[in-house]
């Protein structure tokens, strides 16, 4: 599975980007996919995954002014973050697994596919 993340920008607080991850190759509704992002010098964070095309879950940084969706048809899921702060600056990155289970969402190292990322800013 390849995966493409775009959408990043660099825009002032307050504002909303939708960010895409595009994937190719696979049986893509059957793969969890998962958002993370990744600030100069810290650890990539959770930020949002889509449990097998069944469920969402979000990190708590996020929740409630962001949506996570997928189009199995064109393989691409999608989140949007709302009412950006300038601690939402970092890169982001998608991934993908097949193996995943509930417990393991939020760890980086379960997932077993990564796209390039996306630089996002935010302003004050």
């Known amino acids: 599975v390849q995966l493409q993340a775009s959408g990043g920008g660099q825009v002032q607080a307050g504002a909303s980007l939708r960010l895409s991850c595009a994937a190719s190759g696979g049986t893509f509704n059957r793969y969890t996919v998962g958002w993370f992002r990744q600030a100069p010098g810290m650890e990539r964070e959770f930020v949002a995954a889509s449990f097998r095309s069944v469920t969402t879950y979000y990190a708590d940084s996020v929740k409630g002014r962001s949506a996570l969706s997928r189009d199995n048809a064109k393989n691409t899921v999608y989140l949007q973050i709302n009412s950006l702060k300038p601690e939402d600056t970092a890169v982001y990155y998608c991934?993908?697994?097949?193996?995943?289970?509930?417990?393991?969402?939020?760890?980086?190292?379960?997932?077993?596919?990564w796209g390039q990322g996306t630089q996002v800013t935010v302003s004050s």
């Open positions: 991934g993908a697994g097949s193996s995943l289970i509930t417990s393991t969402l939020a760890r980086a190292d379960a997932y077993t596919y």
